[in-house]
């Protein structure tokens, strides 16, 4: 049989652990967005293991995986692992930057603009472009939030 599939759930946690690791600095912003990008798509436990050889504590704490469909352990059948928390129980410290800024895309979907008008007064009304921000910011928390479920 070959190796089981993971789901959205282990790439969360790998995710959380890899944003702790970036606040400690044990990864630089460019290693951090190549491990984060692998763990977004990973389709296999190993893919994400791999992720953490080089780093210590913390690593993701995985849910366990189900025992072979031959294998029945000799007292009989395992009892049933243990429901994992919901998304939302994850403490907002834990969550992915990603999830914190979906949560909150259509507030700052809102301020925007007047983030926009800010600088622009801010640079002495040099730099008229900093509006084509506006659009690109809405459209950056708008992936944010319907990826994460906003």
């Not at 790439?11 to 630089?28: N, V």
């Not at 190549?34 to 953490?52: C, Y």
């Not at 507030?107 to 600088?119: G, H, K, R, T």
């Amino acid at each position: 049989m070959g190796e089981l599939r993971i789901g959205n759930r282990e790439r969360e946690l790998a995710m959380a652990a890899l944003d702790e690791h970036l606040r400690e600095g044990r990864l630089e912003p460019g290693e951090y967005a190549e491990r984060s990008a692998v763990a977004s798509t990973a389709r296999f436990r190993s893919e994400l293991d791999g992720l953490f050889t080089d780093l210590p504590e913390p690593r993701p704490a995985f849910p366990r995986s189900l025992p072979d469909a031959g294998s029945v352990p000799v007292g009989g059948p395992a009892p049933p692992p243990a429901a994992a928390p919901a998304r939302d129980d994850l403490p907002e410290l834990v969550a992915p930057i990603g999830a914190r800024l979906g949560r909150h895309a259509g507030l700052l979907s809102a301020l925007a603009p007047a983030i926009a008008l800010v600088l622009f007064l801010v640079t002495g009304l040099r730099f008229p472009q900093v509006f084509l921000l506006v659009p690109v910011a809405i459209g950056v928390l708008a992936y944010l939030g319907h990826r994460h479920g906003g």
